[in-house]
């Protein structure tokens, strides 16, 4: 299996721009997480996924952040606007029930 | 995380020595990850301990959790360049899948 794969690996974007970062999973897993990473606040929890339904977004920090899992084998973290705070690494996890969770190589966004 | 506390926050040492990184619950542990990271990479997993008492191993790295499962820690013996990078624990409070990360300890190895 390729592993989770994320896109793009790298993005900048001027503020109030919209952003989509897209994840596909490792086929199989039941699970699907989104990460943030700074230097300040270290990786935190976004959102998860279990079976594409969302199950905990309680770490989305404001109403700008969406995501969505249409599919088992897809989701998309979406940012609107973006605005500079939100430059940080976002990583994409999946796993099995009662396993660990495999990361993706993450996308770095820098908004300008 | 103030739930999930991890010491040091750099480790330098020099090839070949032992070290070992602690990693220490406000709250007693579902389970508990431990991961590394390499700088611009995403991370890759270790170990996952979810007994008091528990300890596993693989090739020179060793982790413990404690019997109250609030601590556990990682241990690296006669360490190598391979080693450097940043460890991280994640804890799962719950059994729900949901990890709460440490800070991280970022490790030097010196030749």
Redesign the interface.
């Given at each position: 299996d390729a592993g989770v794969i994320q896109s793009p690996r790298h993005e900048v974007t001027e503020m109030g721009q919209e952003v989509t970062l897209r994840c596909k999973p490792i086929s199989g897993h039941d699970y699907l997480f989104w990460y943030r990473q700074t230097m300040m606040r270290g990786l935190e929890l976004l959102i998860y996924f279990n079976n594409n339904v969302p199950i905990d977004d309680s770490g989305m920090p404001e109403d700008r952040f969406s995501a969505k899992m249409p599919n088992a084998s897809f989701s998309t973290l979406k940012i609107q606007p973006s605005e500079p705070r939100d430059s940080a690494v976002y990583f994409c996890a999946s796993g099995w029930t009662g396993d660990e969770q495999y990361f993706g190589p993450g996308t770095r966004l820098t908004v300008t | 995380?103030q739930e999930l506390e991890q010491s040091p926050q750099s480790l330098i040492v020099q090839e070949g020595k032992n070290l070992t990184i602690n990693c220490t619950s406000s709250k007693t542990l579902y389970g508990l990850?431990w991961?590394k990271q390499k700088y611009?990479?995403?991370?890759?997993?270790l170990m996952?301990l979810q007994k008091g008492g528990e300890e596993k191993s693989h090739e020179k790295i060793t982790a413990k959790l404690d019997e109250k499962k609030q601590q556990s820690s990682l241990h690296i013996t006669a360490s190598q360049p391979s080693h450097a990078g940043i460890y991280?624990c994640g804890a799962d409070f719950q059994g729900?899948?949901?990890?709460?990360?440490?800070?991280?300890t970022r490790l030097t190895i010196n030749p």
């Amino acid at each position: 299996d390729a592993g989770v794969i994320q896109s793009p690996r790298h993005e900048v974007t001027e503020m109030g721009q919209e952003v989509t970062l897209r994840c596909k999973p490792i086929s199989g897993h039941d699970y699907l997480f989104w990460y943030r990473q700074t230097m300040m606040r270290g990786l935190e929890l976004l959102i998860y996924f279990n079976n594409n339904v969302p199950i905990d977004d309680s770490g989305m920090p404001e109403d700008r952040f969406s995501a969505k899992m249409p599919n088992a084998s897809f989701s998309t973290l979406k940012i609107q606007p973006s605005e500079p705070r939100d430059s940080a690494v976002y990583f994409c996890a999946s796993g099995w029930t009662g396993d660990e969770q495999y990361f993706g190589p993450g996308t770095r966004l820098t908004v300008t | 995380s103030q739930e999930l506390e991890q010491s040091p926050q750099s480790l330098i040492v020099q090839e070949g020595k032992n070290l070992t990184i602690n990693c220490t619950s406000s709250k007693t542990l579902y389970g508990l990850y431990w991961y590394k990271q390499k700088y611009g990479e995403g991370l890759i997993f270790l170990m996952m301990l979810q007994k008091g008492g528990e300890e596993k191993s693989h090739e020179k790295i060793t982790a413990k959790l404690d019997e109250k499962k609030q601590q556990s820690s990682l241990h690296i013996t006669a360490s190598q360049p391979s080693h450097a990078g940043i460890y991280l624990c994640g804890a799962d409070f719950q059994g729900a899948q949901k990890l709460v990360f440490g800070q991280g300890t970022r490790l030097t190895i010196n030749p």
